[in-house]
């Protein structure tokens, strides 16, 4: 069975840290972090490339936010630094076997964990 499992959200002050994690039971090419605020689109924080460890982010956690995986505990990681008002949101961690779109697409991931709520107030 698929899993994806989240943790690590939770509620901090403007220019504190959290660090999420993501259990999951099998390898893909690509993982990533999304998060989908209040009212808003869901939308790519930062992805993990499996076979050779390469990253990207979004603009605007550039610089702040960490993405990282151990293969031996099957975990995904999201460090956030810095972390400010407008990063709330629910994070979520997915899974994309699929090739072509943009690792910011949503519609590229096939597999995604129940998300973990991350709160930051000022």
């Known amino acids: 069975q698929v899993r994806l499992e989240e943790s690590g959200g939770g509620s901090v002050q403007a220019g504190g840290s959290l660090r999420l994690s993501c259990v999951f039971s099998?390898?893909?090419?690509?993982m990533a972090w999304f998060r989908q605020g209040q009212g808003e689109e869901r939308e790519g924080v930062a992805v993990f490339y499996t076979n050779d460890g390469d990253t990207n982010y979004a603009d605007s956690v550039k610089g702040r936010f960490t993405i990282s995986q151990d293969r031996s505990k099957k975990t995904l990681y999201l460090q956030m630094n810095d972390l400010r008002p407008d990063d709330t949101a629910i994070y979520y961690c997915a899974q994309s076997q699929q090739f072509g779109l943009h690792w910011s697409r949503p519609s590229r991931y096939n597999r995604w964990g129940q998300g973990t709520q991350v709160t930051v107030s000022t």
């Open positions: 099998e390898f893909t090419y690509i």
